[in-house]
């Protein structure tokens, strides 16, 4: 999935789940905002690896004990991971989706490419459409923030 798609989708998350969106939003960019300046920097050689382990995801787990903030940060971070691993089988790759065994099981991506090289590929495959009910949902929560008069804001 593309970034701007997890931000959204965390941030749907957080509002369903009656937790503050925006900390949602923010756990759901946290894998990408790790893993991609570790990649490009060359300090790791791919781009799922720390921020997009579930074993790491589940040692994380008792920061939820610290509030609903860091519980919505949580649920934002475990929503990229499933969405990166839907994107994979969508788009038949599933393989790749071992990532999330990092650094028990370290694979190299079967595509390997960097950011823009991946938006360039990923535009028309089957994932792409599949971002189109993620981006309806989020507009759905958006209108009933309104509708309800609780607008999203900042910090929310």
Same mark, same amino acid.
């Given at each position: 999935?593309?970034?701007?798609?997890?931000?959204?989708?965390?941030? @749907? #998350?957080?509002?369903?789940?009656?937790? !503050?969106?925006? !900390?949602?939003?923010? +756990? $759901?960019?946290?894998?990408?905002?790790?893993?991609?300046?570790?990649?490009?920097? +060359?300090?790791?050689?791919?781009?799922? =690896?720390?921020?997009?382990?579930?074993?790491?995801?589940?040692?994380?787990?008792?920061? #939820?004990?610290?509030?609903?903030?860091?519980?919505?940060?949580?649920?934002?971070?475990?929503?990229?991971?499933?969405?990166?691993?839907?994107?994979? @089988?969508?788009?038949?790759?599933?393989?790749?989706?071992?990532?999330?065994?990092?650094?028990?099981?370290?694979?190299? =991506?079967?595509?390997?490419? $960097?950011?823009?090289?991946?938006?360039?590929?990923?535009?028309?495959?089957? +994932?792409?459409?599949?971002?189109?009910?993620?981006?309806?949902?989020?507009?759905?929560?958006?209108?009933?923030?309104? $509708?309800? +008069?609780? !607008?999203?804001?900042?910090? =929310?």
């Amino acid at each position: 999935m593309l970034f701007p798609t997890h931000v959204l989708a965390g941030y @749907v #998350v957080g509002y369903e789940r009656r937790l !503050p969106p925006v !900390p949602a939003a923010a +756990g $759901a960019a946290l894998p990408d905002l790790i893993d991609k300046p570790l990649a490009i920097l +060359g300090i790791i050689e791919i781009y799922h =690896s720390v921020g997009h382990s579930a074993l790491v995801l589940s040692a994380a787990l008792p920061v #939820v004990l610290f509030g609903r903030a860091w519980l919505a940060v949580w649920l934002g971070w475990a929503s990229h991971l499933v969405l990166d691993v839907a994107h994979m @089988v969508v788009n038949a790759r599933p393989g790749d989706a071992v990532f999330l065994l990092w650094p028990v099981v370290v694979r190299e =991506s079967s595509l390997g490419l $960097a950011p823009v090289s991946f938006v360039d590929h990923y535009l028309w495959t089957p +994932g792409f459409f599949l971002e189109f009910p993620i981006w309806i949902a989020f507009g759905y929560v958006v209108r009933r923030q309104y $509708a309800a +008069g609780d !607008p999203p804001m900042p910090g =929310s």
